[in-house]
Nanobody, 128 residues
Framework: QVQLVESGGGLVQAGGSLRLSCAAS????????MGWFRQAPGKEREFVAA????????DYADSVKGRFTISRDNAKNTVYLQMNSLKPEDTAVYYC?????????????????????WGQGTQVTVSS
């Protein structure tokens, strides 16, 4: 069982920055690929970024590439999403998720169906 708790969301002006954190329970956090997804009102949950178990492989949605950075600290059982140059269209609830199927593998996946555990989400609102 893996429990995930996101934090760091809030209200920010366009052009600003936020850093989201996702704290994971369990001793095996370092084995799993981790991802960030987001869901805006009336829209489906979409992929944002993912990172492999070692941190050596990352992937980003085109809409955030160059502005967002995903990272992880396995000693702290935490994955981060640094978000810079925020835009109003980044407004959404952000979720972190764990992909147990990609443990110890140097690849990441974009489909939310591949992720086994999810956090409760944290709201990010970007004002124009």
């Amino acid at each position: 069982q893996v429990q995930l708790v996101e934090s760091g969301g809030g209200l920010v002006q366009a052009g600003g920055s936020l850093r989201l954190s996702c704290a994971a329970s369990g001793r095996t956090f370092s084995r799993y690929a981790m991802g960030w997804f987001r869901q805006a009102p009336g829209k489906e949950r979409e992929f944002v970024a993912a990172i492999s178990w070692s941190g050596g492989v990352t992937d980003y949605a085109d809409s955030v590439k160059g502005r967002f950075t995903i990272s992880r600290d396995n000693a702290k059982n935490t994955v981060y999403l640094q978000m810079n140059s925020l835009k109003p269209e980044d407004t959404a609830v952000y979720y972190c998720a764990a992909d147990l199927g990609a443990r110890f593998l140097d690849y990441v996946r974009r489909s939310r169906n591949e992720y086994d555990y999810w956090g409760q989400g944290t709201q990010v609102t970007v004002s124009s």
